[in-house]
């Protein structure tokens, strides 16, 4: 049996680490599947899931804080289309 759902986000900064723990799990349970795998994926290029601890707020802004030390603003090539070159790298490399 297939089953589908959808979490539609509003995000209000440039970079943003947002908890979607509570609405994957009452999707999971409200499905009614016994057993199974639940798979969650983005459909946009400058969007990446992470699975990390969320007891420490810190640890949000520790990642926001190393991803722009690995990939500053503004020097990449495709900043010339859309100013977002940074947003596709970090993305990648989180995964």
Known sequence: MD??????LDTKKKY??????EEV????????VDEGTCFIYVQHA?????????YDPNICDDL??????VVPE???RHDKIDNNGAAHIKSSIIG
């Not at 943003?16 to 723990?21: A, L, P, S």
């Not at 799990?25 to 009614?32: G, R």
């Open 25 to 32: 799990v009452k999707i999971v349970n409200n499905s009614k």
């Open 3 to 8: 089953n589908m759902s959808e979490i539609i």
């Open 74 to 76: 503004g020097k990449w």
């Open 46 to 54: 400058t969007c990446a899931i992470i699975i990390n601890e969320n």
């Open 64 to 69: 926001l804080d190393a991803l722009d030390d």
């Open 16 to 21: 943003d680490v947002v908890d979607i723990t």
